[in-house]
């Protein structure tokens, strides 16, 4: 819209995502304070008559800030904002969006301390394992694929029912609440079972995590397809984990007798590549990653694996989850 967001733009998403999330849907939060944050960039352009080229930029400095802060990862703002929002790596987009990055990051930890999501332990690799780092990326692109097929499915579903528009989320809800009596992982944001993954603090065995995959896969479904309020980083986040989870067991199942790293590691690669697989952005699937988990160990797995997600991810005839019709 020629960078022109509603104002309301600035808290509707926010206060509907809170309400959605915190009453359980499986979303994230992440994605409406990004909307939030280009809707503050926006509001300044027309504050102070910006013409219309330079629009974009200060939308692309609110979602620089906005990734920067809520997560404490000021290179994934940064590299958003380049990757998605602009779609171009031009010198004079650097210095505005690296500012707003930066000065979000540090307000962000004055308030809320200098910590990650997901602090983890290092975790080693060895050369077999980047073929098969390589090969998570088919398989997250796929997931990926899924992903999106079972969200548009679930929209066009929940468009044909003839109710008025606002009870329509509280199906999706209902549906919700039905599968987490048996399944209440399926709920949330899942960062405590992300936090299980890359732990290895499971309380039940890989067929839970297959459970958990399946039913967080109709529970996002519900909630996002339905109306609800929230974003898709969380989603990426844990399907990509416990899909990396399964992998790697799988690897170790089938070549017991190679020393291939720890599932856990897989599972904090295939965040990377879920991200870099639906949203078509392989830096920023990375460096989220690096970020958020200290993952700076495993940087050639998750540069192998975030740019087949996103190379077979396109090669399916998918694009970016943004731009998708």
Not at 6 to 30: D, K, N, Q
Not at 191 to 212: C, D, H, K, P
Not at 281 to 290: D, Q, R
Not at 306 to 311: G, Q, R, W, Y
Request: with cysteine; charged share 10%; glycine share 12%.
């Amino acid at each position: 819209g020629r960078g022109y967001l509603p104002r309301r733009m600035v808290f509707s998403r926010l206060i509907s995502s809170l309400m959605t999330v915190g009453c359980g849907g499986a979303a994230g939060l992440e994605g409406p304070i990004v909307v939030s944050g280009a809707a503050v960039g926006s509001a300044v352009a027309r504050l102070f008559r910006i013409a219309e080229q330079r629009r974009a930029l200060l939308i692309a400095c609110g979602t620089s800030g906005a990734i920067a802060g809520i997560f404490n990862a000021p290179l994934t703002g940064l590299i958003f904002s380049l990757e998605v929002i602009l779609g171009e790596w031009k010198a004079k987009n650097l210095v505005p969006t690296v500012t707003a990055a930066a000065i979000a990051t540090q307000v962000s930890r004055s308030l809320m301390g200098n910590k990650i999501p997901f602090p983890g332990q290092e975790i080693l690799h060895q050369i077999q394992d980047l073929p098969a780092f390589a090969f998570l990326g088919l398989v997250c692109a796929v997931a990926g694929l899924i992903f999106v097929r079972l969200l548009h499915h679930s929209q066009r579903l929940f468009q044909r029912i003839k109710m008025p528009i606002y009870l329509v989320p509280g199906l999706g809800g209902l549906g919700v609440g039905l599968i987490a009596l048996f399944c209440p992982q399926a709920m949330g944001e899942g960062y405590a079972e992300i936090r299980a993954f890359l732990t290895g603090q499971l309380n039940s065995g890989i067929w839970f995590v297959a459970l958990i995959l399946a039913m967080r896969y109709l529970t996002t479904s519900l909630t996002l397809g339905s109306g609800g309020a929230g974003g898709v980083f969380a989603p990426c986040l844990i399907i990509g984990s416990a899909v990396g989870l399964l992998y790697g067991h799988l690897v170790h199942a089938l070549a017991p007798s190679q020393a291939f790293a720890h599932p856990a590691a897989y599972a904090l690669v295939g965040m990377a590549g879920m991200v870099a697989g639906i949203m078509c952005a392989p830096l920023t699937g990375m460096f989220l990653v690096l970020e958020i988990c200290g993952g700076y160990d495993l940087i050639l797995p998750l540069m192998l694996c975030s740019l087949v997600a996103m190379f077979a991810y396109r090669l399916m005839g998918e694009e970016s989850i943004y731009t998708r019709d």
